[in-house]
């Protein structure tokens, strides 16, 4: 039996096609694969920066008129948890592409969520994902059956910059083979910039 295709959407809700987040795209890209990825709200000038990572559009996912019950918004803000048993019955997941704020702004719901009426809107738990690692999490459930008390996450990572210094990030990470997942670009991103 073949495996049901999803597709994974990320609208870009930033005012710039900022570093980290090309970064967090392209491993968004690694992760489910070029051909399960579409970039939507792109402007005209970054298109060709995402083309070779995914599909890309200048239109919002508002302006796509995808079947909204086919639809699953991943919202921090929902009530329910995206469960391995529901999760055939959505064709698209969309992710905000918000660079994360300690504490959140909460930003999915109002510049996303709440051009989706009929769209049924799910959580992955109440703490902070990067972007890419949410769109990791959601592929777990989704493609393997894998429910969040299935995973390993740990709060929080450390990144050393230099000999006395180093940064946090605050967010959650989810475990594989017990290191915290992240891309080797976004640390060397990292410890090569002095401020963001």
């Not at 048993?85 to 930003?107: A, H, M, Q, T, V």
């Not at 972007?131 to 990791?136: I, K, L, Q, S, W």
């Amino acid at each position: 039996m073949q495996q049901k295709r999803y597709i994974y959407i990320i609208e870009h809700l930033e005012p710039e096609l900022f570093k980290w987040c090309l970064i967090e795209y392209k491993n968004i890209s690694e992760i489910v694969g070029k051909s399960n990825l579409w970039f939507t709200n792109i402007r005209e000038k970054d298109k060709s920066k995402l083309s070779k990572h995914g599909k890309v559009f200048e239109k919002s996912v508002k302006e796509l008129g995808l079947d909204q019950k086919s639809v699953c918004i991943l919202d921090p803000e929902a009530e329910k948890e995206l469960s391995p048993e529901e999760s055939n019955k959505f064709d698209y997941y969309i992710f905000g592409g918000i660079l994360g704020d300690n504490p959140p702004r909460k930003r999915t719901s109002p510049e996303l969520s709440v051009f989706f009426p009929k769209t049924e809107k799910r959580n992955i738990g109440k703490s902070q994902f990067s972007t890419d690692n949410a769109v990791y999490v959601v592929k777990q459930i989704a493609e393997n059956k894998k429910g969040l008390s299935d995973l390993k996450f740990q709060q929080g990572i450390e990144i050393k910059t230099g000999k006395h210094d180093s940064i946090q990030l605050p967010y959650l990470y989810p475990l594989i083979n017990g290191k915290p997942q992240i891309s080797k670009e976004l640390i060397k991103f990292l410890k090569n910039k002095q401020n963001f």
